[in-house]
């Protein structure tokens, strides 16, 4: 088992093309433009190539500086001291109206510097996207707003399509994964509550494999995800961004995931996405979302995506 100064070899199918091509220059210089961030760049996804050159990002709201300091995330902490762009909604519905893109994900940093964590500005961006580009199906992911039931209320008056909450790892694991104020019943929580506030908005999750979890409590944070009504849940291999950050206990083989997919979906999540590249906005499950919300797919009919790909 690695130690805070010993870092594991990536194996093969965890190499990672470096970000290029048109698509990819002009999606970039689009965002910068608008002096928009995103989850994409900050976090150091591994897909940013695929999903940028495809000309999709996901994009970050209420800034690039995080109140919180999980251990495995690279996004800078710091205090933003009550900082928000009150253009930011309408920059974003106009980038995305340019982009001709039929799904959007939009996330944030946590501010727990903002009265109610920045939901407000969540559902005012809903609810201009919406209105600019009104074909457009938005996927929200969310922090857990300290669980604050009025907070979220707001964000799921909005209306997006899907809320999603990470619960990032097992629940053993938390208090090390985590910043301390992200516990794992308040994140469960937090998906309850989405639920009750709407039982028809779609709610996801995702977790981090390879920090030193078991198997059994992979399978159980399944089970307590599905307590709570979660639909859609994403499984992926965790990165060290940087040294300073967790290191790899373990890579998981693809069938590995594989597997972990199987039993997902025999536990009754609608679409489960598994594999090493995976992340929470993965785009390789947005066309069976698309078809699940617009009605051209039945509810847990297998995806069988490989998301690995």
Same mark, same amino acid.
């Given at each position: ?32 433009? +608008?002096?928009? +961030? ?10 940013? +190539? ?28 710091? +205090? ?25 994900? *939009? ?6 510097? *903002? ?5 407000? %500005? ?12 009104? %074909? ?15 907070? *979220? ?11 999603? %909450? ?144």
């Amino acid at each position: 088992m690695p130690t805070e100064g010993t870092a594991l070899k990536k194996p093969d199918w965890l190499k990672i093309r470096p970000p290029g091509g048109e698509r990819y220059r002009r999606v970039k210089a689009n965002l910068r433009a +608008h002096g928009l +961030h995103t989850v994409c760049e900050e976090a150091r996804c591994p897909n940013l +190539h695929e999903c940028w050159g495809g000309g999709t990002a996901t994009i970050m709201l209420l800034g690039g500086v995080c109140t919180r300091g999980c251990r495995f995330c690279a996004v800078t902490s710091g +205090h933003p001291q009550g900082w928000v762009d009150p253009l930011e909604p309408w920059k974003v519905a106009r980038v995305l109206s340019e982009w001709n893109l039929d799904y959007v994900v *939009l996330t944030s940093v946590a501010r727990d510097d *903002l009265p109610d964590g920045g939901a407000s %500005h969540f559902a005012q961006t809903v609810r201009t996207v919406k209105q600019k580009v009104p %074909h457009m199906l938005i996927e929200l992911l969310i922090p857990d707003f300290r669980g604050d039931r009025e907070a *979220l209320r707001k964000v799921v008056e909005a209306k997006p399509d899907v809320i999603g %909450h990470n619960v990032e790892t097992v629940e053993r694991l938390t208090p090390k994964v985590r910043d301390r104020r992200a516990r794992y019943e308040q994140s469960l929580r937090v998906l309850e509550t989405i639920k009750e506030l709407d039982p028809t908005r779609y709610t996801k999750s995702s977790l981090m494999l390879g920090l030193g979890e078991t198997e059994e409590e992979v399978l159980q944070t399944m089970r307590d995800l599905r307590s709570v009504g979660v639909d859609f849940l994403t499984l992926g291999q965790y990165l060290r961004p940087t040294r300073k950050h967790l290191p790899v206990v373990r890579y998981l083989p693809p069938e590995e995931f594989e597997r972990y997919r199987r039993l997902g979906e025999e536990l009754g999540f609608r679409y489960v996405a598994a594999g090493p590249l995976v992340r929470s906005s993965y785009r390789a499950g947005e066309f069976f979302i698309k078809s699940l919300i617009r009605g051209k797919v039945e509810p847990n009919v297998e995806a069988n995506v490989q998301a690995q790909e």
